[in-house]
Nanobody, 117 residues
Framework: QVQLVESGGGLVQAGGSLRLSCAAS????????MGWYRQAPGKQRELVAR???????MYADSVKGRFTISRDNAKNSVNLQMNSLKPEDTAVYYC???????????WGQGTQVTVSS
């Protein structure tokens, strides 16, 4: 099992910045990907950004150039720096880690990000 604790959400004006952090604990073997998803009211959960254990990153088109994901393998943590925030970024953000074998996904409890116009 893997436990995830998120922090850093909140309310910010459009154009502002927030930094989300996620600390993982537990059995971290075969954990390759760490990332962030978000879910806005009435919408499906979507991938925001993901980073591999080797440092390869992937971003949703809607956040490219504004968000930066980083990872500290020694501390089992992943961060999401969000700049130039827009009202459409408003959502609950979830930390996610993926185990390759046996295949499993673990989720944080979610942290609310609200961007006012």
């Amino acid at each position: 099992q893997v436990q995830l604790v998120e922090s850093g959400g909140g309310l910010v004006q459009a154009g502002g910045s927030l930094r989300l952090s996620c600390a993982a604990s537990g059995s971290m073997f075969n954990i390759i990907f760490m990332g962030w998803y978000r879910q806005a009211p009435g919408k499906q959960r979507e991938l925001v950004a993901r980073i591999s254990s080797g440092g390869s990153t992937m971003y949703a088109d809607s956040v490219k150039g504004r968000f930066t994901i980083s990872r500290d393998n020694a501390k089992n943590s992943v961060n999401l720096q969000m700049n130039s925030l827009k009202p459409e970024d408003t959502a609950v953000y979830y930390c996610n880690v993926g185990r390759t074998y046996p295949r499993a996904d673990y989720w944080g409890q979610g942290t609310q990000v609200t961007v006012s116009s």
